[in-house]
């Protein structure tokens, strides 16, 4: 039996967290994996960290740790990974983004891939609803936009390679935990799958058809994305930098 940590980042999702939860505890017991699931609440100002510890008193597979103020879903899913135990590792987002092909990461990792994530990217990928909102359109580009420059910039070019999806799982390699990563708010992501990658681990991605969420807290035109590029500088300059 597979063995594997399920790390969740949540900020200010009292409304999901308790339902979403119970789902995927159900999923992992129907696949008959042996799992922990560490959700790590980034600081929420409502009562998700409430929420959780409804869940953790009635399962006990479930974890849950707190940050006392916003730190960023890097930096909670670093947490995630010093306190998980298990050698396969699963990343989602809290609203539990393609689930529908949850089970296929844990089928993957038993077909012996290192690496296996969810792709927009992906020639067989689509969005579902076609007629687009400004605003969708808008999220749409500025992320075709950051992967062109991450695939340019850094040659990674796995179908399209698309590094930040809500749904990506690895196998722990030897001395993980002494990798140094830098990033504390969005490009975790892109850290692990360039350090597998320079690694010559074997990829897998999955095609979705998938919905651009009209109610996200990213705005387009918002001080935050100052930050975001700023980072993505800053790591990729790193990356860059690195030799494997």
Not at 27 to 51: H, P, R, Y
Not at 83 to 102: E, Q, W
Not at 172 to 196: A, C, G, P, T
């Amino acid at each position: 039996m597979i063995s594997i940590s399920i790390i969740i980042p949540c900020y200010n999702d009292e409304k999901i967290i308790e339902k979403k939860l119970i789902l995927l505890v159900k999923k992992l017991k129907s696949i008959k994996a042996k799992f922990e699931i560490l959700a790590i609440d980034d600081g929420s100002k409502d009562k998700t960290f409430v929420k959780l510890n409804k869940i953790k008193q009635n399962y006990k597979n479930v974890k849950i740790y707190y940050n006392k103020r916003n730190m960023g879903k890097s930096y909670s899913i670093r947490k995630g990974l010093k306190k998980s135990k298990y050698n396969y590792v699963i990343l989602t987002d809290s609203d539990l983004p393609y689930f529908y092909v949850f089970s296929k990461i844990v089928k993957y990792f038993k077909k012996d891939y290192d690496f296996v994530f969810v792709n927009r990217r992906h020639k067989k990928s689509s969005i579902q609803k076609k007629d687009l909102s400004f605003y969708q359109k808008t999220r749409y580009l500025a992320g075709y936009i950051v992967s062109l420059i991450i695939r340019s910039l850094l040659n990674l070019n796995i179908d399209g390679g698309d590094t930040q999806s809500g749904l990506k799982g690895f196998k722990k390699i030897k001395n993980f935990e002494d990798y140094e990563f830098i990033s504390f708010k969005f490009f975790l992501d892109l850290e692990i799958f360039y350090l597998y990658r320079k690694l010559n681990k074997k990829f897998f991605s999955i095609p979705v058809k998938y919905d651009i969420d009209e109610n996200s807290s990213i705005q387009i035109f918002s001080v935050k994305n100052f930050a975001i590029l700023s980072e993505l500088t800053k790591v990729i300059l790193k990356l860059k930098s690195q030799r494997y």
